[in-house]
């Protein structure tokens, strides 16, 4: 997998907490913040799913049946 810099601005507690916590447990400090944006882009994927869940589901009483689909399509 290639490889580039993200560079951001963090608060410095953030910054030493990571640190402390990565050296404390022997983990990458790179490998810990990927894995940690991984994750919370994962969680942010899920709530969108969920709330276009919530809106599809009432929509729900509108489906066709796919057999009926199907037979208004002659498929």
């Known amino acids: ?3 580039a810099t993200l560079a951001v601005k963090l608060n410095n507690y953030v910054i030493k907490s ?4 990565c050296q ?3 983990i990458k400090y ?3 913040v990927e894995k940690a944006l991984e994750e919370k882009l994962e969680r942010e994927e899920i709530k ?4 276009d869940l919530k ?3 009432k929509e ?3 489906a066709v049946p796919l057999e009926e689909y199907l037979r208004i399509r002659n498929v």
């Open 55 to 57: 809106t599809l589901v």
């Open 18 to 21: 990571v640190k402390k916590f």
């Open 30 to 32: 790179g490998f810990f």
């Open 24 to 26: 404390d447990r022997g």
């Open 1 to 3: 997998m290639e490889k």
């Open 48 to 51: 969108e799913d969920l709330l």
């Open 60 to 62: 729900e009483k509108l």
